[in-house]
């Protein structure tokens, strides 16, 4: 990120067709995930949010941030959202941004290029934006594009696009499987099948009665999930930024879920040397469509002694990925490693009190160690716990220990 000004809408919103963003992603959690960017935010920067009593009681958490470097002013979020019925927008936030059109130094900073308000934000103050044309990144961003790239690590793969095809798929099925609509992410839309257990069949056809598209992978054993996370720039150039360890959890039907992240990734040097390489060949397909912008290439590792390693790339995730913004937080305070873990919050908590109920590791400056909690949303019950230290193992337990604190 630069140092210009930035109006952060990180809603997952609408996609430009006004529908939504990903399969199977109820109302609520539309917005859950907008004050996330608390975290990567500055002062003199602009937060929108949804205008909902969730958004405001996100705020608790900013003059926390505050005190140690990181978010907005409070005064500084706007309450605006853009519906099935066009702009919602109860306090006339829009006045607001029309007052900085005139200014070049901002940027709409978008969760993902999809995503219909951040471009209408880009419009309304003639302020650049940090993302392609829509079009662009939804290709970028599909699931069937990622298993048409050329690559020997993409997994096996057939795309079902109507009934006829589907049924010849699932009778001739073989072995164990996994399915997954065209626009799913994190472990929603997913469905485990195999021969033995088919009984995510009728799932997978329900999604597409409702007009999507799936992908069939074919399922390998794995003991460790990767992220690569690189950032296409403007002309092209592919950076490589880092490689986390992807916290998983198991649903009722075997799907793996996110749940958090850790850097940085414990791998021998040539396993990252290989992932880095193959994801940067990988992602080089989507920058030559235009992409620019985070990107999140996800990996499956089976590591044996017995039958030594493969890899195999699962998907991309042409958006800001979850990892993104611990990271860019972990820069500015100055420490090496973090963890995040999706948590429950205990109810009625409010953000002070969970700030003074872990006083003791919280985020110090001095000794560049401790914990801070971002994505605040007592009504939903649920945050983000993040632990910053300048070791792995201290980060992870900095986080298992905030939970002891809290009992959750």
């Known amino acids: ?18 529908k939504p963003l990903y399969n199977n992603m109820t109302n609520e959690k539309y917005g859950y995930y907008a004050s ?17 009593e969730a958004s405001l009681q996100s705020t608790q958490i900013l003059s926390i941030l505050n005190k140690i470097g990181l978010g907005v002013r409070k005064e500084d979020v706007l309450f605006i959202e853009y519906g099935h019925e066009g702009v919602d927008d109860p306090n006339q936030d829009i006045k607001t941004l029309t007052t900085i059109s005139g200014f070049n130094t901002y940027t709409a900073n978008a969760f993902s290029g999809r995503t219909l308000l951040p471009h209408y934000i880009s419009n309304v103050t003639h302020s650049s934006i940090n993302s392609p044309h829509p079009k662009i990144v939804e290709i970028a ?26 049924e010849q798929v699932f009778s001739k099925l073989t072995e164990k499987s996994i399915i997954k609509t065209a626009k799913s992410a994190s472990g929603l839309s997913l469905f485990l099948i195999s021969p033995d257990d088919c009984s995510g069949i009728n799932e997978a056809v329900k999604c597409l009665t409702e007009g999507n598209l799936l992908v ?16 296409i720039t403007k002309n092209g150039q592919i950076i490589p930024l880092f490689i986390s360890e992807q916290l998983l959890s198991k649903s009722s039907g075997g799907i793996s879920v996110h749940e958090g992240n850790i850097y ?10 290989f992932l880095l390489k193959e994801s940067i060949k990988i992602v080089k397909s989507i920058s030559l469509l235009g992409y620019h912008g985070y990107i999140g290439v996800d990996w499956i590792l089976s590591l044996s002694r017995e039958s030594g390693w493969y890899g195999k790339a699962v998907e991309v995730n042409a958006r800001i990925t979850a990892p993104i913004y611990p990271f860019i937080a972990m ?15 205990p109810k009625k908590m409010t953000a002070d009190e969970v700030r003074n109920k872990i006083d003791p590791i919280f985020w110090h400056p001095e000794t560049k160690e401790g914990v801070i909690f971002y994505n605040f949303n007592p009504l939903m019950g649920k945050m983000i716990i993040a632990g910053f230290s300048n070791q792995r193992e201290k980060s992870i337990e900095l986080v298992d220990e905030t939970e002891k604190c809290l009992n959750v």
């Open 1 to 18: 990120m630069n140092d210009s000004l930035t109006i952060f809408c990180h809603s997952f919103g609408l996609s430009v067709d006004k």
């Open 36 to 52: 996330r960017c608390f975290l990567i935010s500055k002062l003199g920067d602009l937060v929108v949010l949804p205008p909902n």
């Open 141 to 166: 961003d599909n699931k069937v594009f990622f298993q048409t790239i050329n690559s020997n690590y993409i997994p096996e793969g057939i795309v079902v696009e109507n009934f006829e095809t589907a």
């Open 216 to 231: 069939l992978q074919k399922y390998y054993p794995h003991h460790l999930s990767p992220s690569v996370n690189l950032e």
């Open 264 to 273: 940085p990734v414990n791998l021998p040097l040539l396993l990252k040397k």
């Open 331 to 345: 820069n500015k305070l100055g420490a090496k490693s973090f963890c995040i873990k999706n948590s429950r919050l």
